[in-house]
């Protein structure tokens, strides 16, 4: 079945990057002159997504303003013949059919992804987390795993290994070789955030999941886990186990904009592509450099 709704969970405290973020969700914290959440709804809409449901909280008006008609500042443009910047400005709010809702207690991801349960209905669907940007690659991250969901129609999550000294601040994940194509490998089991003698892999999720709707009952019965948070991955385990799920290795670039190094390496790479910018911050960042 044709994936063609995706969940972005966006209602998150974003303690890593206070203060930036007392004020100001982290997901609309800019690359260079885009928020990072409008790169995941981009991405979304590249890999054929045409419903978009954005979990918000209390604090983050400004994610449904981002994607709303602006007319006085659309008005301003046109009369001072700011054409181009007019017409992206409007394409914003054309993207895709974008719905909202609120999580009313931050209560994990796991129990973000169960407010999408009316959204989503009988179908699959794309889970995207709203802090996590992904640049480049062969294809959109998320067309990668929905490729993938319509070939083996199983839950497919988004995998990368991490380096295995940083593993306890992820998911750590059991995988087997299936032997079919490059990248995509059977996931058998996982945890979160494991300690050392938990620890079955360094491949982990990565910021993509593709679901079947089968989740959520699993999800309803899923108990708070680290953190004291309803965990997605708790939710995965039991599909893993019982249904099987796929790791996809997704050929893009993860940028953690949860995280304040994150943000810089994001920052760092969209700049030195940025027609407006990259010419002039190649030759900043090489005097910065040459200084060190
Ligand atoms: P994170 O765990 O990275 O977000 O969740 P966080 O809770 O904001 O992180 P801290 O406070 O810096 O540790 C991944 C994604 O899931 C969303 C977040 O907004 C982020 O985009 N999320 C997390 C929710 O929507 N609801 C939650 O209850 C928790």
Do not use: W
């Not at 995706?6 to 303690?15: K, N, R």
């Not at 949860?258 to 990259?278: D, M, S, T, W, Y």
């Amino acid at each position: 079945m044709k994936v063609r709704k995706a969940v972005i969970p966006a209602a998150g405290l974003g303690t890593r990057v206070l203060p930036a973020s007392k004020a100001m969700p982290k997901e609309m914290l800019p690359i260079v002159d885009k928020p990072a959440i409008q790169y995941i709804v981009e991405e979304a809409v590249a890999s054929g997504i045409t419903d978009i449901l954005i979990i918000t909280s209390r604090g983050k008006t400004t994610v449904e303003d981002h994607f709303d008609r602006a007319p006085e500042l659309e008005a301003r443009l046109l009369a001072s013949g700011k054409q181009a910047v007019h017409d992206e400005i409007v394409g914003i709010s054309k993207l895709a059919n974008i719905t909202y809702i609120r999580q009313k207690e931050t209560k994990g991801l796991g129990h973000a992804v169960l407010c999408a349960k009316t959204f989503v209905g009988d179908e699959p669907f794309a889970v995207l987390y709203g802090d996590d940007v992904i640049i480049g690659g062969e294809k959109p991250a998320c067309k990668e795993l929905c490729e993938a969901y319509e070939k083996y129609g199983k839950g497919v999550a988004g995998i990368k290994p991490v380096p295995m000294d940083q593993i306890s601040k992820y998911c750590s994940l059991k995988v087997e070789d299936m032997g079919d194509e490059q990248g995509i490998l059977k996931v058998t089991d996982m945890v979160e955030k494991p300690m050392p003698t938990q620890v079955m892999s360094n491949y982990s999720i990565l910021g993509r999941v593709v679901l079947p709707p089968e989740i959520f009952p699993i999800l309803e019965k899923t108990a708070p886990g680290a953190n004291g948070e309803i965990q997605l991955t708790d939710a995965m385990k039991v599909l893993a186990q019982t249904e099987g799920m796929v790791g996809r290795q997704f050929s893009g670039d993860r940028y953690d904009m949860g995280n304040k190094f994150g943000i810089l390496q994001a920052i760092v790479r969209v700049a030195l592509e940025h027609p407006e910018v990259k010419d002039q911050f190649r030759d900043y960042l090489k005097q910065v450099a040459a200084e060190l």
